[in-house]
């Protein structure tokens, strides 16, 4: 029995997600051995995602898979989990989440560089958000000043890992921290210790 679609794994999870108060990030579906299935279902909230939450949703999630039955005898590793701190910023949703934290940015081509040599490329820590366009706050701790951006001009903002503190005097003008989220440069984990720690639930349909 072939594997169910990326897609029709993300209209079973939808509404279990939603309810729990997150965001369905993406799910993918790989091959993880001649008879087994992982599927990766990645979650966001607007504070910060509590051990036992993700766990509650995980259960829930192999439930609605099994009484689905898409995946009929084929045995399926479930593994639930948040993004890691270095994901892209792609929606509105991202941009606030991230508010506070430094990014690297990549300009259009052609658009016009906030940054003063002019580069299409530089580090920012993310300011307050508008329809349009997003404060970034440049010059690090020694001569932070903000400015806007349209949304329109960046092509990439990837969140960077910092292990350091961030400057009082930049996370004012960023006008702080997004709400739930832990301060810049605390508790920073890379993404390979964050895999190790996530707690898989495996579920196989008779």
């Known amino acids: 029995m072939p594997m169910p679609t990326e897609e029709r794994v993300s209209q079973l999870v939808a509404e279990l997600v939603e309810r729990r108060g997150f965001d369905l990030e993406g799910v993918a579906i ?6 087994h299935a992982k599927v990766k279902v990645t979650v966001d909230s607007d504070g910060s995602s509590s051990l036992d939450a993700v766990a509650d949703l995980s259960s829930d999630i192999s ?17 639930v989990t948040t993004p890691g701190i270095d ?31 002019g580069k299409s490329t530089f580090e920012a820590r993310v300011g307050v958000l508008s329809e349009t366009e997003v404060a970034l706050v440049l010059g690090g701790k020694r001569k932070p000043h903000r400015v806007t951006v349209p949304l329109a001009d960046i092509q ?9 503190p961030a400057g009082a005097a930049e996370l004012e003008l960023a006008g702080g921290v997004a709400p739930g989220r832990p301060q810049p440069g605390a508790q920073e984990v890379s993404a390979e210790e964050e895999e190790a720690s996530d707690s898989p639930t495996e579920g196989i349909v008779e």
């Not at 609605?64 to 593994?79: C, I, K, N, S, V």
């Not at 430094?102 to 040599?117: D, M, Y």
């Not at 990439?156 to 350091?164: G, T, W």
């Open 63 to 79: 439930e609605a898979l099994d009484e689905a039955g898409d995946f009929g005898e084929t045995a399926y590793l479930l593994e």
């Open 156 to 164: 990439s903002a990837v969140v960077q890992v910092e292990f350091n």
């Open 30 to 35: 790989s091959a993880a051995g001649t008879e």
């Open 87 to 117: 994901r892209p910023l792609t929606l509105p949703r991202h941009w606030l989440r991230a508010q506070g934290r430094k990014v690297k940015i990549v300009l259009r081509p052609g658009a016009e560089s906030p940054e003063e040599k």
